[in-house]
Structure formats: C-alpha cells, structure tokens
C-alpha cells in the first residue's frame, strides 16, 4: 500500500537554503525590534583631564613666587638699613605734677595731672610723623586719668617736650580699688602712651606702625590731710618702647 504524503508546511527556503523566501524568490523584510531602534553607537570617551598635576604646577611656582617676594624683601630691608641705621624713637617723663586726686563717698574719682613727655628722635637722616598720642596714667591697675598729645612732626636728630594735662572726671570705681586709692599716701604711676608713627625720607612716607610707650618708676605724693596739695616727682623715667604690627587680627 503506498503511504500517503502529508503536506509540507515548512515555509519555502532560497537557492542558498537559508531563511525564507517569498513566491519570487526574494526575502521577507520585518520591521526593527524596541531594542534595535534605541540602541546608540558606541563612541569611545576621551581620557579625563590631569587637573592634579596643572594644581601641583600651580602650587610649585606659587610657592617659588613667595620665595622671591620674600628673598627681595630682605635685600631691601638690608640696603635701607645700611644706607640709614635706623633707631627707634625714645620717650621718658621728664616732669609730673598732682594737682587734684578726690574720692566721693560714692567711690566716683575726680583727679588730674600735668606732665612733660620728652621725645627723642635719634636718626640723623629719619623725619617721624606721628599721629594723635593717647596717653593714660595709672596707680597700682586702677586708671586714674587719660589724655591726648596732638599729632605732630619730629625732624632728624631731634628732642620734643609734649605738655599735657591727664584727667578723670567723676569715673566709678570698684568699692576695692577706691579703698586702696584712700590707703595710699605715695602713689606708684605708670604711664602708658599709644600712637601710630610713620617714616619720612624726603619725598616717601612708609606705612605708619603702632607705637606703645610704658614708662614706670614714678611716684607722686599727696600731702595728708589734703588731698588737692599738689605734688611733684623728681628726676626723669625712661620708658620702654614697643612696635606694634599688626597682620589680618592679631597684634604682634
């Protein structure tokens, strides 16, 4: 008995065999997959910049710019120093007088004191201008009186006498230091200037720096039982003279 034949539903293959093939021989077209049409070609990325050797580059010659800066600021100190030896000023008290020093029942000080300032330019080739002078006189911590010296301009080699009254009027003190105030019978002074001064040479004016002055050693007397007697301190005190610079907050 023959075998009957199924009928072939495999679809139609090329000449090569491979895929399918339509009634004219040509292979069928399908629409592109989600995948296919989203899919973005590839391009290669560029190596990320070296930012930490420009930084180090940057830092080196920074630091070699402050070397030089600071290298050329030293010559040019030296040279003006060579060229014009320069001193500080000096200063010392040459005469003080106690004309008043009250003390209410309410501990409110009323005093006030006449004194001579001697100041001292030594440089022969340096003009100091200074400006305001502040100046306050102080006993054992409590301060007694404060004043102003006007600025003023002090040539080469040269010696000024500043006269200035230093006062309080009415000032509250602490139950403590107006007790200690009415004990005393000599009064231990110090005496404090502060001022800015700067340098000139002919045409140039430098920066003006802060000039603190603290002169001590002083005493002035009361006579008992009056204490408006007026007083006077012998000889001369020296005072110590400090720079003051300051760089951003902080005073050196």
Do not use: H
Request: net charge positive; charged share 20%.
């Amino acid at each position: 008995m023959e075998k009957s034949r199924q009928p072939n539903t495999n679809p139609p293959r090329d000449a090569n065999g491979n895929g399918t093939a339509t009634a004219n021989g040509a292979r069928p077209t399908f629409p592109p997959t989600k995948a296919q049409q989203y899919r973005l070609p590839y391009r290669p990325q560029p190596p990320p910049p070296r930012r930490r050797g420009c930084c180090c580059v940057c830092c080196l010659w920074l630091t070699l710019f402050l070397i030089a800066l600071v290298f050329l600021a030293a010559i040019a100190a030296g040279v003006v120093y060579v060229l014009y030896r320069p001193q500080r000023p000096t200063f010392s008290v040459s005469s003080l007088r106690l004309v008043a020093l009250n003390l209410s029942a309410a501990d409110l000080l009323t005093s006030r004191l006449d004194l001579s300032v001697t100041a001292r330019n030594p440089n022969r080739k340096l003009v100091f201008v200074y400006d305001d002078v502040a100046i306050s006189a102080s006993s054992g911590g409590v301060t007694i009186g404060e004043g102003t010296i006007p600025g003023f301009l002090q040539g080469t080699d040269n010696t000024t006498v500043l006269k200035t009254t230093v006062s309080s009027s009415g000032r509250s003190l602490d139950p403590t230091e107006a007790s200690d105030l009415r004990k005393r019978k000599r009064y231990p002074l110090e005496i404090e200037l502060d001022t800015k001064a700067g340098v000139k040479i002919g045409g140039f004016k430098s920066k003006r720096l802060g000039i603190r002055a603290s002169c001590d050693g002083i005493e002035a007397m009361v006579a008992k039982g009056n204490a408006t007697a007026a007083a006077t301190t012998t000889g001369s005190a020296k005072c110590k003279v400090k720079l003051r610079i300051k760089i951003w907050n902080w005073t050196i």
